[in-house]
């Protein structure tokens, strides 16, 4: 029987190292998103490496830059305190992976509203998933809610997008309206960004 | 836990004995006067005993101020940890719980309370008595409606109340001047107008005090039976302040939607006089029914702009 082709994925060996391969592999003209998701997916995650970044809000999920990608990806970390979650958002055309560093988030697909939809968003599948697991989304696949749905644990998930992007549209589960938003960093490198504005959140 | 803990440790701050299969938090734990943070998540604790005796009066009571028993067994918030005055952050999430006790409010301190993950099915209008609470997670209920007097509590940043049973909310939900979170998706809010359909109409009674009453019918306690006296002092005005209406017993309660610019309509349970006072009293003024909504939408406007932000993060 013949054996499925395996991409071969450099397994980084921390999180530093997992940087700098997803530079390299960004720098080329094409990137794959299985090579991508696979790489994420491999890194184990050690808080050791991340704590640094893992700045928690008690009101609501964070957003916590690491790397800017040299223009081509962001690469954050979120925090995610008992109970919080996302809106239904979407992801302005971009690639988004997203991989689990501690505890569990659900992620709930939903098809994309219809054009002068009024009525009750469509969920299309949900899922909880674990430690290390990376999920892929974009827009053609549908929008998503994420949650950190434990009531005794936290959750801190890593993120990457690309090419890297500000704003979103929010749906609202109940019309499929949608609102465009700004997203905005609660620290970025590390440190603590000053709060400029509370008016826009991150969905 | 041993009974030499406070003799070994007595300058303990932090303690972490979540997941350890603990049923019972012991007295060894009272005398720790610098214990401010108690960490005892996913345990078996909730059987009577849980927590010792005499905990808001012992050292450990004025101290800690942190308590996080999710994850554990409770079916009711514990009698013996309503004494700890000093304590600003309270976890039963993941509980068993299906209420909430009034004497929640002798917890003056308490800024932060994360209830969801339980079996609560209504919410003392005494939680609003709170006076620093600033996070208030509901989430995860079966809660069917919310106290109007909850909009007293007016420190509250953050209201998460996602999956439960709401229909509506108070209309007074909009005076939270400084919310900034409020989540409430997973509740099956009423999208469509409701007629109300169990207005029981005014006494014979409540009509006579209500002419009374708008009228200014000059009485004095002599003329009347001193209950009808004290029944015409129960006057409530009518909530609607178009209206110069009273009521005594007998009100409507009526769902109106406030429209967020076009983006997100919140079903608000209003308090009426009567059916006919979702317009301005018809004695009042000659407006017309269009004029009258739009009005009433102007009164909510400025509590709306401030609501759309947060509603729709």
Redesign the interface.
């Known amino acids: 029987m013949e054996q499925p082709v395996q991409t071969e994925v450099w397994k980084p060996q921390n999180l530093e190292e997992l940087v700098r391969i997803l530079h390299r592999i960004f720098a080329e003209d094409k990137v794959s998103v299985e090579e991508v998701q696979e790489l994420m997916e491999s890194y184990e995650s050690n808080p050791e490496e991340w704590l640094q970044y893992a700045k928690f809000d008690?009101?609501?999920y964070t957003r916590n830059l690491v790397d800017n990608g040299n223009g081509k990806f962001n690469l954050m970390i979120l925090c995610w305190g008992?109970?919080h979650?996302s809106?239904i958002h979407d992801h302005t055309d971009s690639h988004c992976f997203m991989k689990i560093l501690q505890g569990n988030l659900k992620e709930t697909l939903f098809q994309w509203p219809e054009k002068k939809g009024n009525g009750e968003m469509t969920k299309k599948s949900e899922r909880v998933l674990r430690d290390n697991q990376c999920a892929y989304i974009n827009d053609s696949i549908g929008l998503h809610r994420v949650e950190n749905?434990?009531?005794?644990e936290t959750a801190v998930s890593l993120h990457l997008y690309s090419p890297p992007f500000d704003s979103c549209n929010?749906f609202?589960?109940?019309?499929g309206?949608k609102?465009k938003?700004k997203m905005t960093f609660y620290s970025e490198f590390g440190e603590r960004t000053v709060c400029v504005s509370?008016?826009?959140?991150a969905? | 836990l041993p009974a030499g803990l406070s003799q070994w440790f007595p300058a303990l701050e932090v303690l972490d004995v979540s997941g350890t299969g603990l049923a019972e938090l012991g007295a060894e734990l009272l005398a720790l006067p610098h214990l401010h943070t108690l960490l005892a998540?996913?345990n078996r604790l909730g059987g009577p005993g849980s927590l010792p005796k005499g905990l808001g009066q012992a050292p450990l009571g004025r101290s800690l101020r942190v308590l996080n028993l999710?994850?554990n067994r409770f079916a009711e918030v514990p009698p013996a940890l309503l004494g700890l005055r000093a304590l600003q952050s309270l976890?039963l999430?993941?509980n068993r719980l299906h209420g909430i006790p009034p004497d929640i409010q002798e917890l003056r301190s308490l800024e932060?309370l994360?209830l969801?993950?339980n079996f609560i099915t209504s919410i003392p209008p005494e939680l609003a008595n709170l006076p620093s609470l600033s996070?208030l997670?509901l989430?995860?209920n079966k809660i069917q409606s919310i106290p109007p007097q909850l909009a007293q509590l007016h420190s509250l940043?953050?209201l998460?109340l996602?999956n439960n049973l709401l229909t509506y909310l108070p209309r007074e939900i909009l005076n939270l001047v400084h919310l900034?979170?409020l989540?409430l998706?997973g509740n099956p809010?009423v999208?469509r107008f409701v007629r109300d359909l169990t207005y029981n109409p005014p006494s014979l009674q409540e009509l006579a005090g209500r002419t009374i009453k708008t009228r200014n019918v000059p009485y004095a306690p002599s003329d009347l039976p001193e209950n009808l006296v004290r029944y015409l002092s129960l006057a409530s005005n009518c909530p609607n302040p178009k209206c110069g209406g009273v009521y005594f017993d007998s009100c409507v309660r009526q769902i109106k939607f406030v429209d967020f610019c076009g983006?997100?309509?919140l079903p608000l349970m209003h308090y009426l006089c009567s059916p006919e006072c979702s317009s301005p009293c018809s004695s009042a003024s000659q407006s017309s029914t269009s004029q009258s909504e739009s009005d009433s939408e102007d009164e909510a406007s400025v509590a709306a702009r401030r609501m759309q932000?947060v509603l729709?993060?």
Request: proline letters at 2%; charged letters at 30%.
């Open positions: 008690q009101y609501r008992e109970g979650g809106s749905i434990s009531h005794t929010t609202d589960q109940r019309t309206h609102h938003v509370m008016r826009e959140r969905p | 998540k996913n999710s994850g976890s999430g993941g932060f994360y969801g993950g996070y997670v989430c995860d940043r953050s998460s996602h900034e979170e989540s998706r809010l999208v983006k997100y309509r932000k729709l993060g």
